[in-house]
Nanobody
Framework: QVQLVESGGGLVQAGGSLRLSCAASGRTVSRYTVGWFRQAPGKEREFVASISWNRDTTYYADSVKGRFTISRDNAKNTVYLQMNSLKPEDTAVYYC????????????????WGQGTQVTVSS
């Protein structure tokens, strides 16, 4: 059974950067699509970005295009989310999860959710 652990969250000023990591243990995730999602208080969980197992396919939410970059290191069983030019509206708990679908973007298409890491962007 695979376990995902997110890290790298924190408090940052608007315009700053953070790099989140999603480390997998218990099983290789090299054949899975990995997605990042976020959930702000009182809001539904929303898709942020995803990357296919071979890195050929990436998707981004419109709200983060040009600012966030998803990448993966299959040798380290880790997926990253580089977040630049952060805005207060990026404040949320960020989660990573796995999917067997190459073009997955809906939360229902993902499983094995991590516990999340808090990102807070101050204005």
């Amino acid at each position: 059974q695979v376990q995902l652990v997110e890290s790298g969250g924190g408090l940052v000023q608007a315009g700053g950067s953070l790099r989140l990591s999603c480390a997998a243990s218990g099983r290789t995730v090299s054949r899975y699509t990995v997605g990042w999602f976020r959930q702000a208080p009182g809001k539904e969980r929303e898709f942020v970005a995803s990357i296919s197992w071979n890195r050929d396919t990436t998707y981004y939410a419109d709200s983060v295009k040009g600012r966030f970059t998803i990448s993966r290191d299959n040798a380290k069983n880790t997926v990253y989310l580089q977040m630049n030019s952060l805005k207060p509206e990026d404040t949320a708990v960020y989660y990573c999860a796995l999917s067997t679908s190459t073009d997955a973007s809906r939360p229902a298409m993902f499983g094995s959710w991590g516990q999340g890491t808090q990102v807070t962007v101050s204005s």
